[in-house]
């Protein structure tokens, strides 16, 4: 089993930035990689970006590459997403999750973090 606990969101104006951070625990030394994911009101959930634990390597979704950046504390176990140039439609719960496979699903998940950006 893999825990994973997010923190960082808030509400935030329109142009700022913010740093979301996964800590996970557990059987971490599983983890194959471990992505964000955000759900707008109203909307699916969708892929935001993925940082692969051994290779080091990360990937993003095209619509948030310029803005976002993935990186990672090995020691802490931890995860973070940087957002620059927040935008009201960035407006979302954000999630962590956790792959143990490339041939896995995401199978575990935070409890996510709301970030609010006013305009």
């Known amino acids: 089993q893999v825990q994973l606990v997010e923190s960082g969101g808030g509400l935030v104006q329109a142009g700022g930035s913010l740093r979301l951070s996964c800590a996970a625990s557990g059987r971490t030394f599983s983890i194959y990689a471990m992505g964000w994911f955000r759900q707008a009101p109203g909307k699916e959930r969708g892929f935001v970006a993925a940082m692969y634990w051994s290779a080091g390597g990360t990937s993003y979704a095209d619509s948030v590459k310029a803005r976002f950046t993935i990186s990672r504390d090995n020691a802490k176990n931890t995860v973070y997403l940087h957002i620059d140039s927040l935008k009201p439609e960035d407006t979302a719960v954000y999630y962590c999750?956790?792959?143990?496979?490339?041939?896995?699903?995401?199978?575990?998940w935070g409890q996510g973090t709301q970030v609010t950006v006013s305009s």
């Open positions: 999750a956790a792959q143990l496979g490339p041939n896995y699903e995401y199978d575990y």
